[in-house]
């Protein structure tokens, strides 16, 4: 009997396949009183030492099939092995307990994952709660001696159906097997939906309930497009779902041709707009050259300091910036000074308990009141402007003071460099985020004292609608085409405009296909986004004249007055393209 669920798109494109569940090995165990607790120690450690060899190995794996940046998530669960506050916790409960190591290792475990999961105001904490299932998971299949499912061995096409994939699951995917996945749980966010993005593989997650649903072999439609799982569908239905399939994996095709043709990204009146691409680490340079990025709208230097064992030294920063600003070959990259804070930590910088850290001490907030690592990377950045087309930005700017003092800093540690014979670029930028609602308010008056602004869409929509995008209770409240955020765009974009600077948008929304003909008519300078959503957003600009949008705007941010209306609105606009 066909039955249709409905979940969350987190890759494009459709997959027809069998199902393959993935069926997890029996960790149950038996808590036992042991007498030797050195042996069973040292049982428990050659465990974690298994553990950590085969990590590195998946590790290995997924920097080669998905990336640098996406397999640094594996540093995670290593870092966790290495954790004497995780496994000198285990190890010290079988010597006090005299317990044996599943039973520790259990108790522990569930411990670290309700303080991740009870942590609902800080999403990247929460998300480690997920880390800690996939590492306890492995240590307690090598303790009872069971193999966890090796995905790696699929041998024919399947969509793969599982309550959530882990990281260490999707680093085994083979895509010439697996043409997509859903799941019960996870967001568009999750790590898992992250993977299926850059595999390039439909994925559909969040369904509830799909592994209660569908069998081993039943025949699957994975809607990544639209967020879709169809079990035991009709000829129709699956002559319909592969033809809508092939269309988009035509359109791809298409969209590749684009990054050939060494053209700029232009509309069908022929006005030219920027795109470009977010990176984390100098490896994902890779990707952005690809996929014909002609910028880099966001390098997040925060990734260099959550990769490594200590703050990163200025050389080593340097090295990192130069790197990306020589292999854009000229073009221009904005790079964004550290926001830490928030849902970004790092374990050995002790920051403040803070009940709400996206209201807390996070970003710019943290850079000034901790001047002489904010000066470190400022040094970084001037010195490796030489080597190419650089802006520094700054982020989470509210106030007019905040500003001053951080271009002050910035002014005073140029001056030094120059003065010790340091060659800094001629053309060197200098922005700041558009993040908070005040600093939108009053984008008039920023606009007088910086060279460009850039839109972060994230934390503007969650600040304005005072709802936490990590939060699954009001995610409802989190709507990028509101009016009132919308609104506030506009005004950030006029504003610059007025001052003669430059408008660019890096947060999620610059790459939505809902979005992206309101920033058109809108007069958006450059897009910035994940490098696979590139070709597409340019194929789009394409088949859209700036006149033709030239009223949308107004109806978006004055005749609207629901992110429904907007998302209506544009649906309409865009049936005939």
């Known amino acids: 009997m066909t039955e249709t669920l409905k979940g969350i798109a987190a890759g494009d494109g459709v997959a027809v396949a069998p199902a393959y569940l993935l069926v997890e090995p029996d960790l149950s165990f038996e808590k036992k009183s042991i007498a030797d607790a050195e042996a069973e120690v040292a049982r428990f450690d050659k465990a974690v030492a298994e553990s950590q060899a085969e990590l590195e190995s998946i590790r290995k794996v997924a920097a080669e099939s998905l990336g640098e940046e996406e397999a640094q998530v594996f540093d995670a669960h290593l870092m966790f092995l290495s954790d004497p506050e995780f496994t000198g916790q285990i190890s010290a409960k079988i010597k006090s307990d005299a317990v044996n190591s599943e039973a520790a290792l259990d108790e522990v475990a569930q411990n670290f994952i309700t303080i991740f999961q009870n942590m609902t105001d800080n999403a990247y904490m929460k998300e480690r709660a997920a880390d800690v299932r996939d590492v306890s998971k492995r ?73 209660t649903s569908v069998e081993n072999g039943q025949m699957l439609i994975a809607d990544g497009l639209d967020g879709v799982a169809i079990v035991e569908p009709s000829e129709e239905q699956v002559a319909d779902y592969r033809k809508k399939g092939d269309d988009f994996a035509k359109q791809k095709a298409e969209w590749r041709k684009l990054k050939d043709e060494h053209e700029p990204s232009v509309t069908a009146d022929g006005k030219h707009f920027t795109v470009a691409a977010n990176i984390g680490t100098p490896d994902d340079l890779a990707g952005v050259l690809e996929n014909g990025a002609e910028a880099v709208g966001l390098f997040r230097t925060e990734f260099l300091y959550m990769n490594s064992n200590d703050f990163p030294t200025e050389e080593d920063q340097f090295e990192a910036y130069k790197k990306v600003l020589e292999g854009m070959n000229g073009k221009q990259v904005i790079i964004r000074t550290m926001d830490i804070g928030g849902d970004k930590h790092l374990s050995y910088w002790d920051l403040p308990e803070e009940m709400n850290p996206f209201l807390g001490i996070r970003a710019i907030r943290l850079s000034l009141k901790n001047k002489e690592i904010f000066r470190t990377q400022l040094r970084a950045l001037l010195r490796a402007s030489a080597y ?74 969650q600040y304005t609608m005072a709802a936490d995008r990590g939060n699954e209770n009001v995610s409802y409240l989190y709507q990028p085409y509101n009016p009132s955020v919308l609104r506030l765009i506009k005004h950030t974009i006029d504003s610059a405009h007025k001052a003669g600077i430059w408008c660019g948008m890096c947060g999620e929304a610059a790459g939505d296909s809902i979005m992206f003909p309101i920033l058109l008519s809108m007069g958006l300078d450059e897009y910035s986004m994940s490098a696979t959503s590139i070709l597409r957003i340019r194929n789009e600009m394409k088949k859209l004249s700036t006149e033709e949008l030239a009223s949308l705007a107004d109806k978006a941010t004055k005749e609207s007055l629901t992110n429904e209306d907007n998302i209506e609105l544009v649906k309409n606009l865009m049936a005939d393209k």
């Open 388 to 461: 190419g087309k650089l802006g520094i930005m700054f982020p989470m700017i509210g106030t007019l003071d905040e500003l001053h003092q951080a271009k002050a800093v910035l002014a005073e540690e140029k001056d030094k460099l120059v003065k010790e014979g340091v060659k800094v670029g001629d053309d060197l930028q200098v922005g700041m985020m558009i993040e908070v609602p005040a600093a939108a308010v009053l984008a008039d008056q920023f606009a007088k004292e910086v060279d460009f602004f850039s839109i972060g869409t994230n934390d503007l929509i």
């Open 139 to 211: 240590i307690m299949a090598h303790l009872l001696g069971k193999e966890l499912p090796n995905l790696a061995s699929i041998d024919h096409e399947v969509v793969l159906v599982a309550e959530d994939l882990t990281p260490s699951d999707t680093a085994q995917l083979n895509k010439k097997y697996v043409k997509g996945f859903v799941t019960d749980l996870g967001g568009r966010t999750a790590h898992s939906a992250i993977m299926a993005r850059s595999l390039e593989i439909p994925a559909v997650v969040g369904t509830e309930k799909i592994t």
